[in-house]
T-cell receptor, first 118, second 110 residues
Framework: DAGVIQSPRHEVTEMGQEVTLRCKPI?????LFWYRQTMMRGLELLIY????????DSGMPEDRFSAKMPNASFSTLKIQPSEPRDSAVYFC????????????????FGPGTRLLVL | EDQVTQSPEALRLQEGESSSLNCSYT??????LFWYRQDPGKGPEFLFT???AGEEKEKERLKATLTKKESFLHITAPKPEDSATYLC???????????FGTGTRLLVSP
């Protein structure tokens, strides 16, 4: 299994530009999560999907952020326009659903996209 | 408010010097507690899941334990390759999302 795949691994852009981050979850997983990690705030959940449907986007910082999951094997996180304070590492994670085993479900993380907005 | 607190923030050990990391939580209902390891420039790597108070899990030099208010990650005779940030996260009853602590940065010197 290839694990969760994210691209690009590094992104440097200028303030005001549009940024698109991509994620391919582990095959068969029906939950997908987007996180942001900074030194100041640690790992924060932005949004998560179940069967391609957004369930909770309360962590999305503002309207400049949007996320989509057009199918079970692909998701995007878009920032438009980008700002320097968006600089962070963005992680995608995936897991099985709650009902599959009856227990807490492990989330498996991708390698992250390191974003720098100048 | 659901909260997860890890201590210490940073820990420096000599190779072979055993110690413990703490994760305390105040949540409305615990479905499970997770430990992850994160190396610089990489994503968190799953270590353990603990479901209920009294449970213990072991993997090589690591042992995780759970009580009703906290979890410990015990590191026995650590090696330099155990150096990493260790993250604790809780999953709440009825929810899929995780609430993470801010982590403990562990450095093991040879």
């Amino acid at each position: 299994d290839a694990g969760v795949i994210q691209s690009p691994r590094h992104e440097v852009t200028e303030m005001g530009q549009e940024v698109t981050l991509r994620c391919k979850p582990i095959s068969g997983h029906d939950y997908l999560f987007w996180y942001r990690q900074t030194m100041m705030r640690g790992l924060e959940l932005l949004i998560y999907f179940n069967n391609n449907v957004p369930i909770d986007d309360s962590g999305m910082p503002e309207d400049r952020f949007s996320a989509k999951m057009p199918n079970a094997s692909f998701s995007t996180l878009k920032i438009q326009p980008s700002e320097p304070r968006d600089s962070a590492v963005y992680f995608c994670a995936s897991s099985w659903g709650l009902s599959r085993t009856g227990g807490p479900e492990t989330q498996y993380f991708g390698p992250g996209t390191r974003l720098l907005v100048l | 408010e659901d909260q997860v607190t890890q201590s210490p923030e940073a820990l420096r050990l000599q190779e072979g010097e055993s110690s413990s990391l703490n994760c305390s939580y105040t949540v409305s209902g615990l479905r499970g507690l997770f430990w992850y390891r994160q190396d610089p420039g990489k994503g968190p790597e799953f270590l353990f899941t603990l479901y209920s108070a009294g449970e213990e899990k072991e993997k090589e030099r690591l042992k995780a334990t759970l009580t009703k208010k906290e979890s410990f990650l015990h590191i026995t005779a650590p090696k330099p390759e155990d150096s990493a940030t260790y993250l604790c996260a809780v999953q709440l009853t009825g929810f899929q999302k995780l609430v993470f602590g801010t982590g403990t940065r562990l450095l093991v010197s040879p």
